[in-house]
């Protein structure tokens, strides 16, 4: 990894019923907002929220949705790929991706490359319990996990609430990750938010930038914003507030793990990935596989 700047930015998706002309305008914004952003803060990585391209809640069946949008890649990249190519940077963005068939909608993020091709797609491996096809949602969940080689760096993808499960982080860093973007449209507290993505960072000792979702989506859901980047020892380097804008840092190798904690003339000699102790996972493997659920009663 080199040193750059990143940024995240968090969008508004345009609050009315979902349809062909919404998304246009929806990538409109992203477009614009992307290249203000790169213009004010030379950020060589832009991250932008979860279904930037839709607003996460739908309000519309499955099979109206798989109608609406396209396949990765398609149409609904094309203007995103052309701005990134315009102005020689990175985009990380989410939308939802068409699948094979009518009805099967993944969730899915996007990292394009400075010369507008598609570097990689990752599809949400743990949609929300609302979201998901199983609990009466409309997302089709992935399977597989995205680290993207890049000219800055081995670069990761999660999305929203994949943030609360540290397996799938894990697996990326131990891939050689060392940003890991998380796209999000997240509904709880913006303590929760907080929390995960800084336990995610500190866990790997990678970089999050996670780029949430403000405004109001097209079934009127609201949404705090709150965008961060987070260092590889859990500290929160850049903070939006609720309004649509970025926040960006300088994300430098050197400096990940310089000291213990920030600004600290106590150094890190600890490393989460090299210090595991790989016996004690190979023996409880069948536990980590096993279906497990808490044994508290859900409110």
């Not at 670069?155 to 499960?165: E, H, N, P, S, T």
């Not at 970089?207 to 403000?214: E, L, Q, S």
């Amino acid at each position: 990894m080199r040193a750059f700047t990143a940024a995240a930015v968090q969008v508004a998706p345009v609050a009315a019923p979902l349809s062909a002309e919404t998304i246009r305008a929806n990538l409109v914004t992203c477009v614009e907002m992307t290249r203000r952003c790169v213009a004010a803060t030379g950020a060589e990585l832009v991250v932008l929220p979860e279904t930037a391209t839709t607003g996460f809640t739908p309000g519309c069946s499955k099979e109206e949705l798989w109608d609406l949008v396209t396949e990765l890649p398609g149409a609904m990249a094309e203007p995103v790929q052309a701005v990134a190519r315009e102005l020689g940077v990175h985009v990380c963005f989410g939308t939802y991706e068409r699948g094979p068939e009518r009805g099967v909608v993944f969730n899915s993020a996007v990292l394009v490359g400075p010369s507008g091709d598609l570097l990689g797609v990752y599809r949400k491996t743990h949609p929300f319990c609302s979201e998901i096809v199983s609990g009466g949602g409309w997302v089709t969940p992935g399977d597989t996990v995205t680290v993207c080689d890049t000219d800055l760096g081995r670069i990761g993808m999660i999305i929203c609430f994949d943030g609360d499960y540290p397996e799938l982080s894990r697996i990326q860093a131990v891939q050689g990750a060392e940003v890991i973007c998380r796209p999000s449209a997240l509904l709880r507290s913006a303590d929760l938010w907080d929390l995960t993505s800084r336990a995610r960072a500190y866990d790997n000792h990678v970089y999050v930038i996670g780029a949430n979702a403000t405004g109001t989506d097209p079934a009127g859901v609201h949404y705090f914003g709150n965008s961060h980047i987070v260092t590889p020892i859990g500290h929160v380097v850049a903070k939006a507030a609720s309004q649509p804008g970025w926040v960006t840092a300088r994300l430098d190798p050197a400096d990940a793990l310089a000291s213990l904690t920030p600004g600290s003339s106590s150094g890190q000699v600890f490393d989460h990935l090299r210090d595991r102790n790989l016996a004690l996972i190979r023996n409880h493997r069948a536990d980590l596989e096993r279906p497990a659920s808490t044994s508290f009663p859900h409110g």
